[in-house]
């Protein structure tokens, strides 16, 4: 299942370089996860100082 990112995020970038296969990218006011690309490895969650990603 992809992982979602909420709105509690604040735009760190740590996800974004954790993303073995380069799914997450800034959107409009917070970094998000392209579903289609995702391969739900949970490195992005575990490295979010925010906990503002989760299973879907």
Same mark, same amino acid.
């Given at each position: 299942m992809p992982r979602i990112i909420s709105d509690e995020c604040i735009s760190c970038g740590t996800c974004e370089g954790t993303c073995p296969v380069s799914a997450i990218s800034m959107g409009g006011s917070h970094f998000q996860i392209n579903e289609g690309e995702c391969i739900d490895c949970g490195a992005c969650e575990g @490295?979010?100082?925010?906990? @503002?990603?989760s299973e879907k």
């Open positions: @490295a979010c100082p925010v906990s @503002a990603i």
